[in-house]
């Protein structure tokens, strides 16, 4: 389900996502209340909402829809053209599966989408690393071990994630297949105890695996 009150954005929106075989849109909203209204009877598997709509913003959306305290929670993922660390740390807060900027391109809103499908959380790589950076100081002496060794690239692949790299972006920088990432993935989720990509790539930064990498995109 797409929720924002300009038509043209939603539109574009739904141009890029059912562009994709595997997914459809089933719903739009103008504002937050009709988003919200629209959700609870669609049930869609993931909801896109922007951040400033009329009568509710995205961030008392994703409250309201996937907050603590609501029963079956839906997957929202905020889309967005403000990168502001209160609208981010507000929707994470709230519940979101996601925080996309609008500027991402159409690959990350997609893998952002099935991730969030997936129960994953997929956060655009920008804002990743400025939060990752102003986090990890504070919860380094927490950083947990491997429970088993981390390969050479496994490594590098950790280290790609730290940068906000996709798996995309991954796949061609190593000169290896997506499904060789995405096993990759698995293996370290596995290793560190780790649910999500933004898991990893926090354990990346708290770690100190990227002092003595290159820490830019």
């Known amino acids: 389900m ?10 574009g929106l739904k141009l890029i996502l059912e562009d994709q ?6 719903g739009e909203a103008s504002d937050g209340a009709e988003a919200v209204d629209l ?10 909402v922007d951040i400033r709509m009329p009568k509710l913003d995205g961030i008392e959306v994703t409250h309201a829809l996937a907050g603590p305290g609501v029963q079956d929670p839906l997957r929202v993922v905020i889309v967005t053209t403000f990168d ?13 599966a996601g925080f996309v900027l609008k500027d991402a391109g159409p690959t990350l809103l997609v893998e952002a989408v099935r991730a969030a499908s997936a129960g994953d959380a997929l956060i655009s790589p920008s804002i990743t690393l400025r939060l990752l950076r102003n986090l990890a100081p504070a919860r380094r002496a ?9 390969s050479a690239r496994e490594t590098e692949v950790i280290r790609a994630i730290a940068r906000g790299r996709t798996n995309q972006e991954i796949a061609a920088e190593l000169f290896v297949s997506l499904s060789t990432v995405k ?9 560190l105890k780790v649910r999500n990509r933004v898991e990893i790539a926090a354990w990346a930064w708290e770690s100190r695996l990227m002092d003595n990498a290159e820490r830019l995109p």
């Not at 075989?21 to 089933?26: C, F, G, K, L, R």
């Not at 009877?41 to 896109?48: A, S």
């Open 84 to 96: 502001l660390d209160e609208y981010v740390y507000g929707a994470l807060h709230a519940g979101a």
């Open 21 to 26: 075989e595997d997914i459809t849109v089933v």
């Open 2 to 11: 797409l929720a924002d009150d300009q038509a043209m954005i939603r539109g």
């Open 142 to 150: 927490t950083v947990t071990r491997p429970a088993q060794p981390l």
């Open 39 to 48: 959700a609870r009877r669609l049930r869609p598997d993931v909801c896109l």
């Open 183 to 191: 096993s990759h993935l698995a293996t370290i989720q596995n290793k």
